[in-house]
C-alpha cells in the first residue's frame, strides 16, 4: 500500500486578529527534550551550544531549568540519541503544537490568562508558565512577537481562550 | 429647592436628565447621581426590607457601606442581579430597579409581622427552635424560613454576558483614591515606577467629592495623574481580597452604569501582582446605637454632607443630628452652610468644645448637650424624635425629617486584614488601627487611624430610660442583629467575638461588618465586663463587597471551562457515530452504535468482533513516560514492583506501581527500546500523577541516577488493533517490521516505519487476543488510522469503544487500577503476586507489604463472581453478604467492582473485593440489590480462555 500519511493539525487554518494583534498556528517543528546533568555532555552529544543560563535560547534551543532543554528546531533535523552517555534525548515533535501571538498587544493578551510580568521578559527569553489551567512553554522572539508551544490536546483551549480574551 | 435638589450644590450634570424606573414608578435624576441620590432628590425614603424582621429601611450611609438599600437591577433575560446597593448603582438611561424582600409590596409587606413577633425571634431562634423533628428541616423548615427571611431572589436564567480578565504587575499599587490614595500615587507620577491606582467609586477622590473646598486640588490631582504614562488608573473597579505576596484581587464594572452595555466584556477581573501596596481605603462613620435608629431617614451625618455636596440632595428640610463625636458637627454646620435647615444637635457628651458652641449658636442650632435619641417616630419616614437627659429625665419631642448620626469614624481595614497584617487598639478613636505589617503593604490617610476629625467618645449604645430588653436597637442592619442580641449572646455563655458573630450573625456575609463591627465589639466588651483588646476583633474575609460570580469565574464556563482533552482519532470517531465518555479530562469514544443500536447490542457486536476477526480501538489517551538514562532500568527496578535489569531490548513486561504504603496506585506494560530507554505507559487518568511520583523519588530520594523522565503521552496516537485477523490486517499495509510470530513475539516492542511514518509498534494484548499498539507520532495519527481501518475492510475491521474493551479485558481477568482497586489493595490482595519480583532488595511499596495489617488474614480479596441466574448483570458497587437472612445492619463482606454481560461466555461475569475471598473459592454468596437478593458463586478471575491460547499465536 502506497504511503499516504499526511499530518494534521488540532489547530485552525485560518489565523484571527483583534485590535494590535494576530493568533496563527506556527509552521511545523523538530521538537527534542533534552535533559542532561552535566550540559557540557549534552552539548558535545547534540553537536551544538547551549543557553547558558535559564530561560536563554541560542540557535533554537531553550533551557527551562537547570538541567532541562528544549529544542525548536528545522523540521527534519536529527540529533543524536546520546545512547551510553548520561542524557536524555526524546524526540517530542508531535507532542506539542506551536501558537505565534504578534503585535502591539501581544503581551497584554497573553497577560489576559498568564501570570508572569511580560514587562521583566527581555526578547530572546523562553519559560514554562501557564495560562489559566493550561501549561505552556512561551518564548518571547521580540518585542511583539510571542511563540507559545502547548501540548496537543490542550491546544485548541488555549486557542479559543485566546480568541475569547482578544475581543 | 426643587423637591430635595439644592440648586447650585453637587457635581452631577444638570444638563443631562435621566429616567429610570424604580418598583415601577419613573423618576429622574441627572448624569452622576445614584440610584440612591436620585431617589432621595425626589423624596424616596423608604428603599427596601430588613433581612429578618421586614422593617421599613431607608439609606444609612452614602458608599458600599450601606447596609440598608439592597436592590435588584434587571436589563432582559439573564441579566438580573439582586442585592446591589443603591449607593453604588449609578443611573442611566431607562435603569429598572427594584426593591427586595417584601411581599405584595415595598409600602405594605405582609411579613412585617416578624416585627412585632420579634421578641419570639432572639438570636440562636433557628437553631434552638427547627431542631425537630430532623426530617421537617429541608422539606418545610428551611423553605419556609428562606421565604420569610433573606435578601433578594437568585438569578433563574443562564447569565448571558461574557467576563473577562488580566494579570498586571506594578511597582505600586494604590487602593482607594481619596485625598491620602491620590497623594500616594502623585508622588510616583512621571517617575519609572509602574504605579496603579484603583478606586470602587466612578471618580477619583473619595471625601473630597464631598467636599467643594478640595475640588480644585482634586481637578489638579486627577490631571497630573491621568498626563503619567506610568499611573494606570482603574474606576468602578474594586479590591475584593488582599491574598500571598501582594497579590490583589479586583473587579472592574465595565457596563453596568451604561444604557447600551454593547457586545462587549460584562466585568474584568483585574490580578494585581504588586511590589509594594498602599491601601488608602478610608474610614467609615460609625451609626449610633438607639431605638429607632434604622427608621428611613436616620442616617451617617458624613452621608448626609455627601448628599448634598456630591449629588445637591438635601436629606430633608429640617434634619436633627445625634452626636457623640465632633466630625458630627461640622457636618451640620456645612449642611447649614448649604442651605438646610438644621433643627437641633443633640450630643450625648455633657461638653464638648467652646468652638462648636459658638458656631451652633451663630447658626441658631439649638445644642442638647449630655442628651440622647431614644425614640423616633414615623415608620416610612423620620416625622420626629424624642430626646431625654442621659440620666432618664427632661424627655422631651424635637420635630425634625430626617436625623444625621454621628458615631465616630472606623479605619477600614479590609485588606490590611486579609494581609494578615495585625491591628491595634486606639483607645482615642475607639478602633482598630494597623500595627505591623505581613506583606510590603503601608496605608495611608484616615484607614492608618490618621484623621482630622476632632475628638469623641465611644458609646456602646446611647442611655435610654426604657426597658432595654423590650426595644430594637440595631447594631447590624444588614443581619437585623440588635444590642439585645449581642447582650443575650454573652448571658449564654459566648465569651469570645468570633463566637457571637457566628451566634448572632453580627458582621457576617456580604456587609463584613462595615458598620456594625466596633458597636457590636463595644456591647459585647461591655456585657462580660472586659476590655476590648480581650474580647479581639472578628476577621474579614474577601471579598470586601460582594462580587459576581461571572466576574471569578471569567471564561471559564460552557465549553471552556475545563480544556477537554480529545486524541487526534477523536473527529474520526465523531463522523461515525461514536458516543463519548469522559475519562480523566479526556473524552473517549465509548461505543459506536450502528443502525439504531443501543449500547449492549453495539458492544455484543464489537465483542464479537474482536474476539471473531479484528477491532480496532483509540488507545493514544494512555499515559506514556519515556525513560532514559543509563540508570534507567535501575530507575524502574526501584519504582515498580517487577524486575526490570534483565529485560532484553525489544522486550515489553508488565509493571505494577505501589505507593509507599504498600497499595497498588498503577499498572502498565513497559517496553525496553534499548538498553537505556524504556518506553513506559501508565494508565489514562494516572499519567500525571506517575510521572509526578517518579520525578519526586528521583529529585528527593535518589538524586544520584543518571536518569531522566519525559512526558510522551501526546507525541504518540496509539492505535490498538486487537483479534485474530490483526496480524492479516496489518501485513497489508506498508512496514518494514516482521510480523512474523517467531520474529515478533508476544510482549515485545519493534522500531520501524509504518505507511510512511515511523512507529514503535507493540505486540500486547489487552483483550486476550493476538493484539498490536501501533504509536506513531500524534500527528499521523489519524492518516495512519484511516489506512489501516481500510486495510481492515476484507476482515469486517470494526472499531470499538471503551466499555468493550472493559468487557474483552474482564472476561481475560485483567484489572483497571481505580475500578478494581480503590487506593486500599495490594498486590497479593488483587491476585498479582506473580508481578513481585520475590529477589529484588527493594522496590517503592515492599516494606509496607510486610506490615502486621497486610499480611492478616481476612483482607479483602478481589476473586470472580458468576450469578446463579447467567443472564442477571450485578449492579457495580452492590454490597455482598454471606446470609442475606441475618438482622440489618448486615454484615457486609465486600462489593462488586466490575460487572458485564460476556457476549463470549453467553453470561454475566464480574469481579468483586470480598473479605477473604481467596479461601471462598465455590461459596455461594448473596448480593441484595434493589427489588431481589441474587446469588453468586465465587470463582477465579479468567473467565475466558484460562491457557492463553489465543495470544500466543
Known amino acids: ?167 | 429647592m426643587s423637591g430635595y435638589r439644592v440648586t447650585g450644590a453637587g457635581r452631577v450634570d444638570r444638563a443631562r436628565t435621566v429616567a429610570f424606573t424604580f418598583d415601577g414608578q419613573t423618576y429622574q435624576g441627572y448624569e452622576g447621581d445614584t440610584l440612591a441620590s436620585a431617589l432621595l432628590a425626589s423624596g424616596v425614603t423608604l428603599f427596601g426590607r430588613s433581612f429578618k424582621y421586614h422593617r421599613p429601611r431607608g439609606v444609612m450611609a452614602a458608599g458600599v457601606e450601606d447596609a440598608n438599600a439592597l436592590v435588584s437591577v434587571t436589563r432582559g433575560p439573564g441579566r438580573f442581579t439582586p442585592n446591589l446597593r443603591a449607593t453604588a448603582v449609578e443611573i442611566y438611561e431607562g435603569l429598572e430597579a427594584s426593591s427586595q424582600n417584601r411581599w405584595p409590596s415595598l409600602k405594605t409587606d405582609m411579613l412585617a409581622v416578624n416585627d412585632r413577633l420579634g421578641m419570639f425571634f432572639p438570636a440562636g431562634f433557628y437553631n434552638k427552635t427547627f431542631m425537630w423533628p430532623r426530617s421537617f428541616w429541608e422539606k418545610l423548615y428551611e423553605p419556609t424560613i428562606r421565604k420569610m427571611a433573606g435578601l433578594g431572589n437568585s438569578p433563574t436564567e443562564i447569565d448571558p454576558d461574557h467576563y473577562t480578565a488580566a494579570y498586571v504587575h506594578c511597582d505600586l499599587l494604590v487602593v482607594g483614591a481619596g485625598r491620602a490614595g491620590l497623594e500616594a500615587a502623585l508622588a510616583e507620577a512621571g517617575s519609572d515606577k509602574r504605579v496603579i491606582l484603583i478606586d470602587e467609586q466612578n471618580e477619583l477622590g473619595g471625601w473630597a467629592l464631598s467636599d467643594p473646598d478640595q475640588a480644585q486640588w482634586l481637578a489638579q490631582s486627577v490631571a497630573t495623574l491621568t498626563a503619567a504614562a506610568n499611573v494606570r488608573i482603574l474606576t468602578r473597579c474594586t479590591a475584593f481580597g488582599f491574598y500571598h505576596d501582594n497579590f490583589v484581587g479586583a473587579v472592574e464594572r465595565l457596563t453596568d452604569h451604561l444604557a447600551q452595555p454593547g457586545s462587549g466584556a460584562r466585568e474584568k477581573l483585574w490580578r494585581i501582582r504588586a511590589g509594594e501596596v498602599v491601601l488608602a481605603q478610608g474610614a467609615i462613620e460609625r451609626p449610633l446605637v438607639f431605638e429607632g435608629n434604622d427608621t428611613p431617614g436616620v442616617m451617617l451625618a458624613s452621608a448626609a454632607r455627601t448628599w448634598l455636596y456630591r449629588y445637591g440632595v438635601a436629606i430633608g428640610r429640617r434634619p436633627a443630628l445625634m452626636a457623640s463625636h465632633d466630625s458630627g458637627w461640622q457636618d451640620a454646620f456645612a449642611m447649614a452652610a448649604g442651605g438646610v435647615t438644621i433643627s437641633a444637635i443633640v450630643d450625648v457628651r455633657d461638653t464638648v468644645d467652646d468652638a462648636l458652641l459658638r458656631q451652633a449658636a451663630d447658626l441658631g442650632i439649638a445644642v442638647h448637650l449630655g442628651s440622647s435619641v431614644i425614640g423616633v417616630s414615623g415608620r416610612h419616614k423620620v416625622t420626629g424624635v424624642e430626646i431625654a437627659a442621659n440620666s432618664g429625665t427632661g424627655r422631651k419631642r424635637i420635630a425634625c425629617d430626617a436625623l444625621m448620626m454621628a458615631g465616630g469614624w472606623t479605619p477600614t481595614l479590609h485588606l490590611w486584614s486579609h494581609s494578615k497584617g495585625t491591628i491595634a487598639w486606639d483607645e482615642s478613636l475607639g478602633a482598630y488601627v494597623p500595627d505591623k505589617a505581613n506583606e510590603n503593604v503601608r496605608c495611608a490617610g484616615a484607614c492608618s487611624g490618621q484623621m482630622d476629625l476632632g475628638t469623641g467618645v465611644v458609646v456602646p449604645a446611647l442611655p435610654t430610660p426604657k426597658d432595654a430588653s423590650r426595644i430594637k436597637a440595631f447594631v447590624d442592619f444588614q443581619n437585623d442583629v440588635t444590642a439585645k442580641d449581642i447582650g443575650l449572646a454573652v448571658r449564654e455563655g459566648f465569651k469570645s467575638i468570633e463566637h457571637v458573630k457566628r451566634y448572632t450573625t453580627n458582621g457576617m456575609a456580604t456587609d463584613q461588618g462595615k458598620t456594625s463591627n466596633i458597636n457590636g465589639l463595644q456591647l459585647a466588651a461591655t456585657a462580660l465586663g472586659r476590655p476590648v483588646v480581650d474580647v479581639g476583633l472578628t476577621t474579614f474575609r474577601p471579598p470586601y463587597t460582594p462580587q459576581t460570580f461571572g466576574a471569578l469565574a471569567g471564561h471559564a464556563k460552557d465549553a471552556l471551562f475545563q480544556a477537554t482533552r480529545k486524541t487526534g482519532i477523536d473527529g474520526w470517531a465523531q463522523d461515525n457515530g461514536a458516543v463519548f465518555e469522559p475519562v480523566s479530562q479526556w473524552r473517549r469514544a465509548w461505543y459506536f452504535p450502528q443502525d439504531g443500536e443501543d449500547m449492549h447490542a453495539a458492544v455484543n457486536r464489537e465483542c464479537r468482533a474482536v474476539r471473531e476477526s479484528v477491532g480496532i480501538f483509540d488507545a493514544s489517551t494512555l499515559g506514556k513516560i519515556e525513560v532514559v538514562g543509563p540508570d534507567a532500568a535501575e530507575f524502574l527496578n526501584r519504582m515498580y514492583t517487577n524486575p526490570w535489569k534483565m529485560l532484553e531490548p525489544g522486550r515489553c513486561r508488565y509493571g505494577l506501581l505501589l505507593r509507599e504504603d504498600g497499595f497498588i496506585t498503577d499498572d502498565g506494560v513497559a517496553g525496553r527500546i534499548s538498553p537505556n530507554r524504556f518506553h513506559v505507559t501508565t494508565t489514562t487518568g494516572g499519567a500525571a500523577r506517575v510521572l509526578a511520583m517518579m520525578e519526586d523519588y528521583l529529585q528527593t530520594e535518589w538524586p544520584d541516577l543518571d536518569v531522566w523522565l519525559t512526558s510522551t503521552t501526546e507525541q504518540w496516537s496509539v492505535i490498538a488493533l486487537q483479534g485474530p485477523r490483526a496480524r492479516d490486517v496489518l501485513s497489508a499495509l506498508d512496514t518494514d517490521i516482521d510480523l512474523s510470530p517467531e520474529a515478533f513475539p508476544h510482549m515485545s516492542v519493534r522500531l520501524g516505519q509504518i505507511c510512511g511514518v515511523p512507529v514503535r509498534l507493540f505486540r500486547v494484548s489487552f483483550t486476550g487476543e493476538l493484539g498490536f499498539e501501533i504509536n506513531v507520532p500524534a500527528e499521523y495519527g489519524p492518516a495512519v488510522w484511516k489506512q489501516i481501518v481500510a486495510a481492515g475492510q476484507p476482515y469486517g475491521i470494526t472499531p470499538y469503544g471503551t466499555e468493550t474493551m472493559h468487557v474483552l479485558r474482564a472476561e481475560k481477568g485483567y484489572i483497571i487500577v481505580g475500578q478494581d482497586t480503590d487506593g486500599t489493595v495490594t498486590p497479593m490482595d488483587a491476585g498479582l503476586n506473580w508481578a513481585i519480583g520475590k529477589k529484588k532488595k527493594d522496590f517503592v511499596g515492599k516494606r509496607s507489604l510486610a506490615r502486621p495489617d497486610i499480611v492478616a488474614p481476612g483482607r479483602k480479596h478481589l476473586v470472580g463472581l458468576l450469578t446463579e441466574d447467567p443472564s442477571l448483570v450485578l449492579e457495580e458497587g452492590a454490597q455482598i453478604v454471606a446470609d442475606p437472612a441475618q438482622p440489618v445492619p448486615m454484615t457486609m463482606l465486600g462489593h462488586v467492582t466490575s460487572s458485564y454481560w460476556s457476549e463470549a461466555l453467553g453470561r454475566s461475569i464480574a469481579f468483586a473485593l470480598v473479605a477473604g475471598g481467596q479461601e471462598r473459592m465455590d461459596e455461594t454468596l448473596h448480593i441484595p440489590m434493589p427489588g431481589a437478593v441474587h446469588k453468586a458463586q465465587v470463582s477465579g478471575m479468567v473467565f475466558f480462555d484460562p491457557e492463553g491460547a489465543r495470544i500466543n499465536v
Open chain 1, 1 to 167: 500500500m502506497s504511503s499516504l500519511s499526511v499530518s494534521t493539525s488540532p489547530l485552525p487554518d485560518e489565523p484571527f486578529a483583534a485590535d494590535g494583534v494576530r493568533v496563527s498556528r506556527s509552521a511545523a517543528l523538530q521538537r527534542y527534550s533534552l535533559r542532561a546533568r552535566d550540559p557540557a555532555k549534552l552539548a558535545a552529544v547534540v553537536g551544538r551550544e547551549l543557553p547558558g543560563r535559564i530561560g536563554g535560547v541560542t540557535d533554537g534551543i531553550a533551557q527551562l531549568g537547570p538541567d532541562e532543554f528544549l529544542a525548536l528546531l528545522p523540521v527534519g533535523t536529527q540529533l543524536p540519541s546520546g545512547e551510553e552517555e548520561p542524557v536524555s534525548v526524546v524526540d517530542i515533535s508531535s507532542r506539542a503544537v506551536g501558537i505565534t501571538v504578534e503585535g502591539e498587544g501581544a503581551a497584554a493578551l497573553i497577560m489576559s490568562g498568564c501570570p508572569l510580568d511580560l514587562d521583566r521578559m527581555a526578547p530572546g527569553q523562553a519559560t514554562r508558565t501557564i495560562y489559566e489551567t493550561v501549561e505552556m512553554v512561551l518564548v518571547r522572539e521580540s518585542e511583539t512577537r510571542f511563540h507559545i508551544e502547548v501540548w496537543r490536546s490542550f491546544a485548541p483551549w488555549l486557542w479559543q481562550s485566546l480568541r475569547l480574551s482578544a475581543e
